[in-house]
């Protein structure tokens, strides 16, 4: 299972949006709403902010949204803010009854 | 509190086996499916296995499969990862996971594990 693909790196300044993307396949992206989204600061464990490609968990701010169009998902973060800094990961359930990440995208805030 | 702490990691040999365990707390741990999660040094995330509520259906990646077994005990709220013929590449930080529609929803801390002579 081939990881999905990320840009490795993306910018922005404090109070713009971003939009990271995230490509798979239509033996995963496209085949299913399974796609989330993690948020990972260095030295510290993963944390969900997006489930189910557009849901978001209790607690995580509504800066943060999920959508998907075919084999891509998209997570954006509007309203930039230092603390939005961190690598983010996405992931998806796969046909084969596997998980499957993205590679990463590391998110600098200028 | 939802709270998930690993142990178990350590340094092995080449060939050797180890035993990871996630010891969970805060929620109804039978109910729930769980998932180990890797990291090498410096690089992604890398799903490993998981697990349903009852331990009678497992998955792996092809990267462990045949080496690594998912176990967990209910009555003891523990997850278990059993990981024989180490290679180098097995090297990361091991996290435990709730599952949460198919997503990871709490992770514990990590524990490592380095592979090397």
């Known amino acids: 299972q081939s990881a999905l693909t990320q840009p490795a790196s993306v910018s922005g300044s404090p109070g713009q949006s971003i939009t990271i993307s995230c490509t798979g396949t239509s033996s995963d992206v496209g085949g299913y709403n399974y796609v989330s989204w993690y948020q990972q600061h260095p030295g510290k464990a993963p944390k969900l902010m997006i489930y189910e490609v557009s849901n978001r968990p209790s607690g995580v701010s509504n800066r943060f949204s999920g959508s998907k169009s075919g084999n891509t998902a998209s997570l954006t973060i509007s309203g930039l803010q230092a603390e939005d800094e961190a690598d983010y990961y996405c992931s998806s359930y796969t046909s084969s009854s596997t998980w499957v990440f993205g590679g990463g995208t590391k998110l600098t805030v200028l | 509190e939802v709270q998930l702490v690993e142990s178990g990691g350590g340094l092995v040999q080449p060939g050797g086996s180890l035993r990871l365990s996630c010891a969970a707390s805060g929620f109804t741990f039978s109910s729930y499916w769980m998932h180990w999660v890797r990291q090498a040094p410096g690089k992604g995330l890398v799903w490993v296995s998981r697990?349903?509520?009852?331990?009678?259906?497992?998955s792996y990646a092809d990267s462990v499969k045949g080496r690594f077994t998912i176990s967990r005990d209910n009555a003891k709220n523990t997850l278990y990862l059993q990981m024989n013929s180490l290679r180098a590449e097995d090297t990361a930080v091991y996290y435990c996971?709730?599952?949460?529609?198919?997503?990871?929803?709490?992770w514990g801390q990590g524990t490592l594990v380095t592979v090397s002579s």
């Open positions: 697990i349903n509520s009852d331990g009678s259906s497992t």
């Open positions: 996971a709730r599952d949460l529609v198919a997503a990871h929803d709490y």
